[in-house]
């Protein structure tokens, strides 16, 4: 559906004249898409501000790149999640010599922050998820929050959709098992 | 014992007031932003390049209306030169390099005379050959 849907966009960025045009049009149609994205994995809204902003100039400088057979969705959903997971290991290896690991400052910032305005239960969610290893966590996000089709998520990360189903089933195991000990 | 299915989906993670009606424009300023900052640093990485370019046009400009300015303008081989050049032949330098050949040659020549002038005798001449010109002597045989 979502390609058929970019069937005009992607004819536009085919045109040399009219690429900038349908480089407008993707920012206006996935920019809120990709912002939560990057923020459920980031949690932080100047982190997630800045990677959204630091995708689309990737992809736009990228255009070349793009195959016109291929989805703009799963193409930009691939750009923004290696950015997001460049940043969170550039982070984890910043925070190596600290106290506390990247992963309970994130979950301290779900308890502190201002712009998570979940209940306790949603909360303790939150914090399950970001006990998750991060592929496991990104897989668990763009299946259960996005609601991406295991085929599209094995495109955006090039991986196989019975290692993803397997990985989605354990990461539910280990939500629901926090959940219930919390 | 909570499952999943039992905890309600939503998204709790909320934006400053109006943050999506600006985020377009930000990310389109930046793109724009971004795209004059790598044609700017592509000039620098260039800029020496072009430079030296433009020295070296220079320099050709310069070598090209310098020379007309400072060395005659007529060319180096001209009609009064190439005769120049034709009367080496008679100039005391080749003079001197063929000179021995020549003593040899005009006294081969002027035998008449210096027969007549001295009292040489053609056994001496001979001998005289035989010794410096060796030759010479199936010549003048």
Known sequence: ???????????????LETRNEAFNDIVNKYSQQLYYHIRRMVIDHEDANDLVQDS???AYTNLDKFRFDA??????????TNTCLNF?????????FSALSYED???DKIEAHSYFDGDELQKTLQKAILKLPTKQRLVFNMKYYDDLKYSEISEILKTSEG????????AVKKIEKYINED | MKNLNDIKKENNFKTPAGYFDTLNNEIKEKIENDVQQKNSSLFQIFKPYIYMAASLVLLATGIKFGLHTFV???PIIGGSNIENIANVENSDLLYELYADDMVFYEYL????????????????IEEYLSQYYIEYELLYE
């Open chain 1, 56 to 58: 689309f100039v990737k």
């Open chain 1, 1 to 15: 559906m979502r390609k058929n849907d970019d069937k005009v966009i992607i004819e536009k960025l085919r045109n």
């Open chain 2, 109 to 124: 020549n002027d035998t008449e005379e210096l027969y007549a002038a001295s009292n040489i005798k053609d056994e001496e």
């Open chain 1, 88 to 96: 969170l290991d550039r982070q984890k290896r910043m925070s190596t």
């Open chain 1, 105 to 107: 400052t994130l979950a």
């Open chain 1, 71 to 80: 989805s703009i969705y799963t193409w930009l959903y691939r750009i923004a």
């Open chain 1, 163 to 170: 290692g993803l189903k397997a990985s989605y089933h354990h």
């Open chain 2, 72 to 74: 005659d303008p007529k």
